[in-house]
């Protein structure tokens, strides 16, 4: 499976950006799906995670109740709605293919990742 996440950008402080992962193929019932962030020389961090069938999700504190993860297995795609960004947000931030139907919060459960896509919020 390949992944190609895109959306990213600049924005101001409080601004919106909808990140897109569009899959090479359909991903099975057994594969969550899941948004990471990366800070050059940092750990990769978790942001947000989805079931199979969508009807789960998990998100990390930083961005509850802010950041909508969804996806649409049709299309072969998962989205991040970020609403009300802040600085800290901006990040590189990574698509990813969970080893398990429910997706997961940990880096290590995912065997498939995209390239990234910036984002950068200004203050």
């Known amino acids: 499976v390949q992944l190609q996440a895109y959306g990213g950008g600049l924005v101001q402080t409080g601004g919106s950006l909808r990140l897109s992962c569009a899959a090479s193929k359909r991903t099975s019932s057994s594969n969550g799906m899941g948004w990471f962030r990366q800070l050059p020389e940092q750990e990769r961090e978790f942001v947000a995670t989805i079931s199979w069938r969508g009807d789960s999700t998990y998100y990390a504190d930083s961005v509850k109740g802010r950041f909508t993860i969804s996806r649409d297995n049709v299309k072969n795609m998962v989205y991040l709605q970020m609403n009300s960004l802040k600085p800290e947000d901006t990040a590189v931030y990574y698509c990813?293919?969970?080893?398990?139907?429910?997706?997961?919060?940990?880096?290590?459960?995912?065997?498939?990742w995209g390239q990234g896509t910036q984002v950068t919020v200004s203050s």
């Open positions: 990813a293919v969970s080893r398990y139907a429910t997706g997961s919060s940990q880096p290590g459960n995912y065997n498939y």
